[in-house]
C-alpha cells in the first residue's frame, strides 16, 4: 500500500507552511524549528535533499495539518 504523501525537497515544505502560517524561530545544525503562532503548533522539518514520506505525515501531524489543506498550498 503506497502513501499519498509526496516526496518533496524542503523549501517545497516550508513555503507551503508559511502560507498556513508558519515562521522560523530557530535551527541547530540541519535540522529547523516552525512555529505557528496563533496555535502554537511546532515541527521541526531536517534540511536535507529530499523528505521522505513518512517524515513529512509526521510534520502534518505535529503541525495539524491535514494532507489537503497542505497540497492546496503547494
Not at 513555503?15 to 530557530?26: E, N, R, T, V, Y
Not at 511546532?42 to 505535529?62: C, D, N, R, W
Amino acid at each position: 500500500m503506497s502513501s499519498k504523501h509526496p516526496v518533496l525537497p524542503p523549501s517545497k515544505i516550508i513555503k507551503a507552511m508559511q502560507k498556513l502560517g508558519f515562521c522560523k524561530i530557530s535551527q541547530k545544525g540541519s535540522h529547523a524549528k516552525y512555529i505557528n503562532e496563533r496555535t502554537g503548533r511546532v515541527f521541526i522539518i531536517p534540511m536535507h535533499y529530499e523528505i521522505a514520506k513518512g517524515t513529512l505525515k509526521s510534520i502534518l501531524e505535529q503541525a495539524d495539518i491535514e494532507l489537503n489543506q497542505f497540497l492546496e498550498k503547494l
